[in-house]
């Protein structure tokens, strides 16, 4: 039956060094938060930036960020969506970057304290 292939899609993830994980088949029913809890289970070991929580993790496809409550079906593109073909998510890592601003942003005011002094 053919509504059965339109029930799922094949996506695969690509992190930002440009390797992937997947493709996997997905349940249009799936949901986002699924997907990355997902991504989480299979991070490759390897891989220094690890994401610990589905809040870690940006989803991207066609060009939009993905909300956690919506489903796969819900966030599908039909400009993207090729029949059997599959479906490209980037994956964005946020955690990391939000720790190195923290620790900038605090070393900063440590380091560069200016006073000003009006005789």
């Not at 289970?41 to 220094?48: L, R, S, T, V």
């Not at 966030?75 to 970057?97: A, E, F, I, K």
Request: glycine residues 6%.
């Amino acid at each position: 039956m053919m509504s059965g292939s339109q029930d799922q899609l094949e996506i695969k993830f690509r992190l930002t060094d440009g390797s992937d994980i997947g493709p996997i088949n997905y349940s249009v029913a799936t949901s986002v938060a699924t997907l990355k809890e997902n991504i989480i289970a299979q991070w490759p070991k390897e891989k220094d930036n690890c994401p610990l929580t589905v809040k870690e993790i940006k989803l991207i496809s066609a060009g939009r960020i993905l909300e956690n409550a919506k489903t796969v079906g819900e966030c599908r593109s039909p400009l993207c969506d090729v029949p059997g073909g599959v479906t490209t998510m980037h994956v964005v890592v946020v955690q990391q970057l939000q720790e190195k601003e923290k620790k900038l942003t605090s070393d900063d005011h440590k380091k560069n304290r200016c006073v000003c002094v009006i005789l």
